[in-house]
C-alpha cells in the first residue's frame, strides 16, 4: 500500500458509513458481440454535496472501448485517464496503469455544500463501454464537499473521501471475478482496518471526511 494513502488515511477523520457516497453497478446492457454497456449509479450521503472539481474514479475499468465514457449533464464531465495520482485506492487493491480509469468531474454550480445535513441524494447515468461483459470486484474513490455544521473547523466546505468496492468488466479469468452481486461494507479508521461483508449487493463503502 502505497505510503501517501496510508498518511491521507491518518490525517482525517472516521465519519459514519451511513454519510458516505454510494456507487453502484445498475446493469450491464449488451449492445452486440464483445460491446456492453456498464450503466452505474450512486448516492449522495446527508452530509454530502459538491463544489466544482468535485469527482468519482471507477479504476481498472477493463476492455474499455474508446471515446464511450458518458455523464448524463453537462454539470458532469466524463474522461479516462490510466492512472489517478490524486486519488486515494481502496486498501488490497491498486491503480493498474495499463487499464483505464473512468473519472467523473463535477463542473456545475456548487450544491449541498451548506446547510446540512439533507436527505440522500440518488444520481445515475454513468458509464461506458467494454468489449467485456463479465464482472470483477475493482476501486472506486469520491471526492465530494461536507455540507454541516456550518462555521466551524472541519465543517462545511471541507472534503470528504470515499473508498469503495464496485463491479467493473472481468479481464480474462480474473480471480476477483463475481458471478452473483455481492456486497462488502468496510470502515478504514487510521491504519486499521475493521471490515464486515453480506451477500446480498456488490459493493464495499470507506468513509473518511
Known amino acids: 500500500m502505497k505510503k501517501w494513502v496510508l498518511a491521507a488515511a491518518a490525517a482525517v477523520g472516521l465519519a459514519g458509513s ?12 449488451t449492445n452486440g ?26 479504476f481498472d475499468f477493463a476492455g474499455y472501448i474508446a471515446g464511450s465514457v458518458f455523464a448524463p449533464s453537462p454539470g458532469v464531465t466524463a474522461s ?56 470483477a470486484r475493482d476501486a472506486f474513490f469520491t471526492l465530494t464537499t461536507k455540507n454541516n455544521p456550518d462555521g466551524i473547523p472541519g465543517g462545511s466546505n471541507t472534503p470528504v473521501y470515499t473508498l469503495g468496492n464496485v463491479s467493473v468488466p472481468a479481464l480474462g479469468n480474473n480471480p476477483d471475478a463475481i458471478p452473483e452481486p455481492a456486497t462488502w ?17 456488490r459493493r464495499m463503502a470507506v468513509t473518511l471526511a
Do not use: H, K
Open 18 to 29: 451511513a454519510n458516505a457516497a454510494v456507487i453502484t453497478l445498475e446493469s450491464i446492457s
Open 33 to 58: 458481440a464483445n460491446d456492453y454497456t456498464f450503466n452505474y449509479q450512486g448516492t449522495l450521503g446527508p452530509d454530502e454535496g459538491l463544489r466544482t472539481g468535485d469527482r468519482l474514479v471507477i
Open 80 to 135: 479516462v485517464e490510466f492512472t489517478s495520482p490524486t486519488a486515494l485506492v481502496t486498501p488490497g487493491f491498486d491503480d493498474d496503469p495499463n487499464v483505464v480509469n473512468l473519472v467523473f468531474t463535477y463542473t456545475g454550480p456548487d450544491i449541498r455544500n451548506t446547510g446540512g445535513p439533507f436527505v440522500p441524494l440518488d444520481f445515475n447515468g454513468l458509464g461506458a463501454r467494454s468489449t467485456l461483459g463479465g464482472r
Open 185 to 201: 461494507a468496510m470502515l478504514l479508521g487510521g491504519f486499521g482496518l475493521l471490515g464486515a461483508a453480506s451477500r446480498r449487493r
